[in-house]
């Protein structure tokens, strides 16, 4: 989002009830988001779960997550099942995508967003959030997978190509504990992002 937008945006929705979105993030802190949807196409594909864990300087606190089940208000293939493993039974209590988000949206306040790829994440995000506030996302993004491949090319410059998660993992002695798990790829993502920090 473009400084001159934002502006406008502040000054536009200031004393709505998402004006709290703009204000200053905390020094120190970014929210690490990790969804499970449908597929891969976010102009057909549905959100089935959402998971954010905050990091806060050099603790990531699982205590202060956000998790929740999402509704996708349609049904979902055998393809999708076997890369997240989540079953139509699991989403029995799951929320309408719109209560979800505008949960999501009261905790995350402005925080900066971290994922691994997070671009797919706000393209899932985005058309509901816009719904809800009248605004796209206005969160600074932080991509897993960009500074991994800076570090690279500032360390080694011979191995510097764009990874996937398991390989940065990999690469940074994070475990990879049951992956296609929303909140299991959020801690990881954000264990991941510390250990590059701390190099």
Do not use: K
Not at 11 to 24: T, V
Not at 64 to 90: M, N, Q, T, Y
């Amino acid at each position: 989002m473009n400084p001159l937008h934002r502006r406008w945006l502040v000054w536009r929705h200031a004393d709505s009830p998402w004006g709290h979105l703009f204000g200053p993030a905390p020094a120190d802190e970014v929210v690490s988001l990790d969804l499970e949807t449908t597929g891969l196409d976010p102009s057909r594909d549905r959100i089935l779960r959402l998971a954010a864990v905050p990091v806060r300087g050099h603790r990531v606190l699982l205590s202060e997550r956000f998790e929740r089940w999402v509704a996708p208000g349609r049904s979902f293939g055998i393809e999708s099942i076997r890369h997240h493993r989540i079953l139509p039974g699991d989403l029995v209590d799951a929320e309408a995508v719109p209560a979800v988000v505008a949960d999501f949206l009261r905790w995350l306040g402005p925080r900066p967003l971290l994922g691994y790829c997070i671009d797919f994440d706000i393209a899932m995000l985005d058309p509901w959030v816009r719904a809800l506030t009248g605004f796209p996302l206005p969160h600074r993004r932080i991509d897993l997978a960009l500074v991994h491949l800076a570090h690279l090319e500032r360390r080694q410059p011979e191995r510097a190509q764009r990874m996937n998660l398991d390989a940065i993992l990999a690469d940074t002695g994070v475990p990879a504990l049951n992956r296609h798990d929303a909140l299991a790829d959020a801690t990881a993502t954000a264990l991941a992002w510390r250990v590059l920090h701390a190099r």
